[in-house]
């Protein structure tokens, strides 16, 4: 079991040993916001139906679920509460999560949403229940930009939540997704997740497999001079014949106006996806490129 999944079994165990759904996410999000550093929080939340939710943590009591910890229904229950979780937990995050509960327990329902809305208002962008909770507020609203931009995204280094993030907050409307496996053991990358996921979101999806390289080819890859060796044979080989699908592309953007390629380095010095974007840059030279 991963430590942060003891952390959702002993935050429930405070709470009683059973929490409403949308609760267990408003008092997971305080917990992770008050409790824990920024460089160290064990999840990532988005602004989605009700406000903040994070799509790992969901993986995670799916996952506790079926392991038999909790029962979930209209509740997140504890199925063994003889158990003590909070024992499991080392002493710093013992105390934090007896005060948090002490601070935190008088907050419940719409009074829980009220203060978390109040709190951080990014996370009520989404929200359906925003006008029913606040009938004479107005919505928050983050300023991006409508212009016709490319972007490039790796998700080595995020979680699905910090991924949703970035195309949020980039206003971006659709992502390309330029792998040629589109299967990862990180929660929400691969293909048919990522897309069930950030279509929630009003994100689209298409996916390029023509534009990816095999995995083969991706094997002992360690310095900047062995990546170059190996895109500079993609340029010439598959990217040399994929106007088709560059063209495909340029013409999606212009429909959608922010488009972002997506593939798995962090580091797009690393990855294929920046010399598809340049190839299109060339194709389209008024087209701004940023990698984020």
Known sequence: MFYRQKLILSLIQAFGGSLDKTDFQKYLFLYTQICQSKEKRDYSFVPYKYGCFSFQSYADIRNLEQAQYIIYNNCIELKNTDVDYISLLNNNDKNKIVKFKEMYSKYKGEDLIKYVYKEYPYYTLNSEIFSRIFPNKD??????????????????????????????????????????????????????????????????????????????????????????????????????????????????????????????????????????????????????????
């Open 139 to 292: 919505r928050y609203t983050i300023e991006t930009s409508n212009k016709m931009q490319l972007f490039t995204i790796g998700y080595e280094s995020e979680s699905i939540d910090d991924y949703i993030n970035k195309l949020i907050k980039n206003n971006i409307k659709l992502v390309c997704d330029v792998r040629k496996n589109p299967i990862s053991r990180k929660y929400g990358f691969s293909k048919s997740a990522l897309q069930k996921i950030i279509e929630k979101l009003g994100v689209h999806y298409i996916h390029f497999p023509q534009l990816g390289i095999e995995s083969e080819q991706r094997i002992g890859l360690n310095t900047i001079d062995d990546y170059n060796k190996l895109f500079a044979i993609y340029e010439k080989t598959i990217l040399v014949n994929s106007d088709k699908y560059l063209d495909e592309i340029l013409t999606l953007i212009t429909k959608y106006k922010r488009v972002a390629l997506t593939c798995f380095e962090a580091d797009y010095h690393m990855c294929h996806r920046a010399r598809v974007a340049n190839a299109l840059i060339k194709k389209r030279p008024d087209l701004q490129l940023e990698h984020i």
